[in-house]
């Protein structure tokens, strides 16, 4: 409530040419933001689907992931401001932005939780916020299956010390036996936390395991 009424007391302004309505205007965003291709989430690899590449498949149980812009300019400054300044509405548009994905019976909608303590800070944890606007967008089934046993900090660390950092560090309390989990990161850097989600989603039961996010650093 207190949100809906932020907005029409202050709206959101184009975080370019500052028009009124969007955090970023249709033609702004056409100008500024820079796709990214598809991939290897692991070792970048230019492909075709997204797919993790077969050398690098035994470094995670992570089929692929999705992702809409490479790590600067203005999406950068959106993922900034979503994540420190408090602007949950541009989940609500970048979540507009996160590639399509075909449904299936089979398919759970999640999201990279953020630890308690950065949840606590913010009042949110933005991934939950991109997951639940996505699976509200496209009719989708949402539920979280996944939380984070202990806090970690990722920032600054080189791909072995994050995926040494954050080994265990995550728990599944939801039945996904069977089920094909699509999950939800802001920004995935060297894949070494989506990774660890998806061996502990591979563990619990988990079909297969597919990213979406709306940048790569």
Known sequence: MLERLLNIIAPDECLVCGKEGLCLCPKCALSTLVAKKPACVVCNRLNNTGKTCSGCYNKTKLSGASISYRFEGQTKELIYAMKYLGKRSVARY??????????????ILSYVPSDGKTRRQRGYDQAELLARSYAKLNGLQFATVLTRACHTKQVGL????????IQGNFVCYKDVAGKSIVLIDDVITTAATVSECSKTLKE???KRIWALAIAKG
Request: hydrophobic share 40%.
């Open 158 to 165: 080189s791909r072995a010390r994050r995926l040494q950092n």
């Open 94 to 107: 970048l979540a507009g932005q996160l590639p399509a994905i075909k449904n299936s019976a089979d398919m």
């Open 204 to 206: 619990s039961g988990a």
